[in-house]
């Protein structure tokens, strides 16, 4: 008797906790409405009933995905948008879509260089540190515990000695890669340092696993330096990695009141990170006739609208000659890959370049379903032998995004994320020869048929890399 009721009690335990579960994903959904895809949601309400012990606590550190409520964020935005001039263009479209999803509006900028490598890329960081006279700001994923972190920290020290207000931004989680992250010498140089929801102090809002990737410098709210690489030797020189060149990456610095809105964004970041008022965007300046105009494009859990993922899907669509992307990572949902396969069927030109082999070894397992979907659709695949870390993709003459945000659902739909529209014709064509210049050394990518296994495995990778 004893027995049988300790069992009837476990099965009303039991179905209590699964019910609780469930009853926390749909109060948590319906209050932030979080858009999963069905898969998603299948696989929280399923990991519920099964195993409601695990898969609770996992859904209240990782679940949520949005910060704000993404309806009532939209229903705040001015029903009357100022539409685009109505050429046809696509880049005409994306600035609309850009102002209905609320995004800054476009600003100008001057003096634009694309880094060529890592030597030129970290002259231009140094050179901006260096050249700060009031504010320096800097956000970053992680913070190399090597030559180059510490020249830059040595760099960030002295500046603040002399009476530049310095403030070094690290994602909480970032910071722990190279290892236990030690930024004493920098606040005792007068450095303020901040790290972005450090997992030990983030709470159950599902914050754990929204990470910020973003990465830029400002100086005086004029310059900014901006891209794909961390502050790590990897990303400029050879040192750390042993190989026979740095990781291939993609950034680029510029002057101008687009350096000015990024400052506004740092110091929104800062605020979320280190508390405070969150303080209120100012309008860009309007640009004169013939000014390059470029935008920011913040992505992630702080946005009600997956930003980047919506533009660059609008912009496959409203393709007409090419497309040009390069990235680490792909590894996109089903809706990005038919968009990109559909525009290689209308017989736009579709390069993708990615490393043959990347520093994520999961990515490149999940990635070549995609990829095979792709190349059977017309589209080229392109394998470097090296490990290139840029993130970019151009659309015909008419828009150049670049940034951090990789072709992969966790930089489309988890991470904060913050990627540059460049406008102006002659830029975008410099970012475009440089995707050019990876494609001409890589190899050209040949599609297998998978075996059970391995079809199997890329499915189960696929059905859990949304969440992880």
Known sequence: MTADLLVRHGSILHAFVVLLGLAIYVIGSRTLHQRRRPSAAIAWVIGLIVLPYLTLPLYLVF???KLIDSRQAIARRPRALQRAEETGEPVAQLRELAAAMALPAAAPYQGLNVHDDGAQALHALHALIDGATRTLELCTFLFGKDAVGDE??????????????????????????PGIPKFRRLTDAGVETALFVPPLRSSLRGRTNLRNHRKMAIADGEWLWCGGRNLAAEYFRDESTGADRPWADLTFDLRGPLARQA????????????????????????????????????????????????????????????????????????????????AARRGIAV????????????????RHRALRDLAAS?????????????????IDDQVALVGSANLDERSLFLNYELMVAFYARDDIERFARWIERQRDAAAAYEPRPPGLARDVAEGLLLWLAFQL
């Open 351 to 366: 390069d993708l370049v990615t490393p043959a082999k990347s520093n994520h070894r999961l990515a490149d397992m999940a």
């Open 378 to 394: 017309g589209g080229r695949v392109w394998f470097a032998p090296h490990m290139i870390h840029a993130k970019s993709v151009v």
């Open 263 to 342: 400052e506004q964004r740092f110091a929104q970041d800062w605020a979320f990170a280190a508390g405070g008022s969150r303080p209120a965007e100012e309008e860009a300046s309007a640009g004169g006739a013939g000014a390059a105009l470029g935008q920011l494009i913040a992505s992630g859990p702080d946005q009600a609208d997956d930003t980047v993922y919506t533009l660059l899907v609008a912009a496959f669509f409203a393709s007409r000659r090419r497309i040009l992307a390069v990235t680490p990572y792909f590894v996109p949902n089903e809706t990005f890959s038919l968009a990109l396969s559909l």
């Open 152 to 177: 830059i920290a040595w760099r960030l020290e002295r500046r603040a000695r002399e009476g530049v207000r310095v403030r070094l931004l690290v994602d909480g989680i970032g910071a722990y890669l």
């Open 63 to 65: 679940g949520n995905r």
